[in-house]
């Protein structure tokens, strides 16, 4: 069993050698760039940020006052990229959507319970996914095994092909693989989904439901028991700060890895606060402020707690370094509640 999930209940550091995704990039990718309604569906993705779209008007000496892609796409579409323009957002939009992500949940088991007991049976998801998501299909059976011959630390690994013809030229045929993990400490355990794509977390997210409901039914698991998310909502202001540089900068009796530096903050004023404190008042209009640097921890807003309550922090990326059983080497963590500015403003958003 890996040491890393024991060292963060909360956060699941990925190793992304455990995994592969692979995208089938359209055929003539590399021949034309494309340009008009083409570029803005493409644009208009999720995987390409406001900020990459900005970068480019503003190097061709473009400036807008407001940076959302709803007023810069526009712009985009009466430009004719450079090759090197396009390959920027190409690569950006593979990154994102092939980078791994891993949520991880708080369970409570019955007492001296043996997860491998109901490890056989069968996980049937044809019907989610026929409905819930008709371009992809299932490459392998959903069978879960046990981790180093632990009864108590079970997983499956799946893999799902998605090809959609009604989708645009960006979008050809893709496979994404994902895992699900279920692991029992003398009662106390965690749910880890580690995903790619979308259609890889949802189908993650079904056959949690699935297996959660076998527990049950086999008395493993109480049925009033649910796993335990960490919501947007359990936070003030000033906590969310507290957690995430807990998750990094403060974190203490540790052997195995260390924060190096926090990279990226996504951060904003909080809309409920009519006047900003005297030295983050130029905050006040903005919606979202995403900064990328060195050393961001020790910005003066990130650093003195007054500004704190004031402000909204939703995600950092952080970089680690790890040392353990004689491997050393550097990560990369990007810690947040992902759907923050996905879902307007809804405070019951998973961590």
């Given at each position: 069993m890996s040491i890393l999930p024991k060292l963060f209940p909360l956060l699941i550091i990925i190793t992304p050698q455990l995994f592969f995704s692979m995208r089938q990039d359209h055929k003539d990718i590399k021949s034309f760039?494309?340009?008009?309604?083409?570029i803005r569906g493409f644009a208009n993705q999720q995987f390409i940020s406001a900020a990459e779209i900005s970068r480019i008007l503003r190097e061709r000496g473009v400036f807008t006052l407001n940076k959302e892609k709803d007023y810069t796409t526009p712009i985009l579409q009466t430009l004719i990229l450079s090759p090197k323009e396009f390959d920027g957002l190409v690569d950006a939009y593979r990154y994102r959507e092939d980078?791994?992500?891993t949520i991880s949940r708080e369970i409570v088991w019955e007492n001296?319970?043996?997860?491998?007991?109901?490890?056989k049976?069968?996980?049937?998801?044809?019907?989610?996914?026929?409905?819930?998501?008709?371009?992809?299909?299932?490459?392998?059976?959903?069978r879960f095994v046990n981790v180093d011959n632990n009864p108590n630390h079970i997983k499956t690994?799946?893999?799902i092909q998605r090809n959609d013809i009604n989708k645009a030229w960006y979008?050809?045929?893709?496979?994404?693989?994902?895992?699900?993990?279920?692991?029992?400490?003398?009662?106390?355990?965690?749910?880890?989904?580690?995903?790619?794509?979308?259609?890889?977390?949802?189908?993650?997210?079904?056959?949690?439901?699935?297996?959660?409901g076998q527990f049950k039914d086999n008395n493993i698991m109480s049925r009033k028991n649910k796993p335990k998310q960490i919501l947007f909502s359990e936070f003030g202001n000033s906590e969310r700060f507290a957690f995430f540089y807990r998750l990094t900068t403060k974190m203490q009796d540790n052997d195995f890895i260390t924060c190096k530096d926090i990279k990226d903050i996504s951060i904003k004023?909080?809309?409920?606060?009519?006047?900003?404190?005297?030295?983050?008042?130029?905050?006040?209009?903005?919606?979202?402020?995403?900064?990328s640097?060195?050393?961001?921890?020790?910005?003066?807003?990130?650093?003195?707690?007054?500004?704190?309550?004031?402000?909204?922090?939703?995600?950092?990326?952080?970089?680690?370094?790890?040392?353990?059983?004689?491997?050393?080497?550097?990560?990369?963590?990007s810690l947040g509640f992902s759907d923050y500015t996905k879902k307007d403003m809804d405070l019951n958003l998973k961590y």
């Amino acid at each position: 069993m890996s040491i890393l999930p024991k060292l963060f209940p909360l956060l699941i550091i990925i190793t992304p050698q455990l995994f592969f995704s692979m995208r089938q990039d359209h055929k003539d990718i590399k021949s034309f760039i494309p340009f008009g309604e083409s570029i803005r569906g493409f644009a208009n993705q999720q995987f390409i940020s406001a900020a990459e779209i900005s970068r480019i008007l503003r190097e061709r000496g473009v400036f807008t006052l407001n940076k959302e892609k709803d007023y810069t796409t526009p712009i985009l579409q009466t430009l004719i990229l450079s090759p090197k323009e396009f390959d920027g957002l190409v690569d950006a939009y593979r990154y994102r959507e092939d980078s791994f992500k891993t949520i991880s949940r708080e369970i409570v088991w019955e007492n001296n319970v043996d997860l491998s007991i109901i490890n056989k049976l069968p996980i049937d998801v044809e019907t989610f996914i026929k409905w819930e998501l008709p371009t992809c299909k299932l490459q392998n059976p959903i069978r879960f095994v046990n981790v180093d011959n632990n009864p108590n630390h079970i997983k499956t690994d799946f893999t799902i092909q998605r090809n959609d013809i009604n989708k645009a030229w960006y979008e050809q045929t893709n496979v994404f693989t994902a895992t699900v993990e279920f692991i029992n400490e003398n009662g106390r355990g965690r749910v880890i989904i580690k995903h790619t794509a979308p259609e890889t977390k949802e189908l993650a997210e079904q056959i949690v439901k699935v297996k959660i409901g076998q527990f049950k039914d086999n008395n493993i698991m109480s049925r009033k028991n649910k796993p335990k998310q960490i919501l947007f909502s359990e936070f003030g202001n000033s906590e969310r700060f507290a957690f995430f540089y807990r998750l990094t900068t403060k974190m203490q009796d540790n052997d195995f890895i260390t924060c190096k530096d926090i990279k990226d903050i996504s951060i904003k004023p909080d809309e409920t606060c009519d006047i900003l404190p005297e030295g983050i008042d130029w905050m006040q209009k903005m919606k979202r402020i995403v900064i990328s640097g060195d050393s961001l921890g020790q910005t003066y807003f990130m650093r003195e707690t007054q500004y704190h309550e004031s402000l909204v922090l939703w995600n950092i990326d952080a970089l680690f370094n790890y040392s353990y059983k004689g491997e050393r080497g550097t990560f990369t963590a990007s810690l947040g509640f992902s759907d923050y500015t996905k879902k307007d403003m809804d405070l019951n958003l998973k961590y």
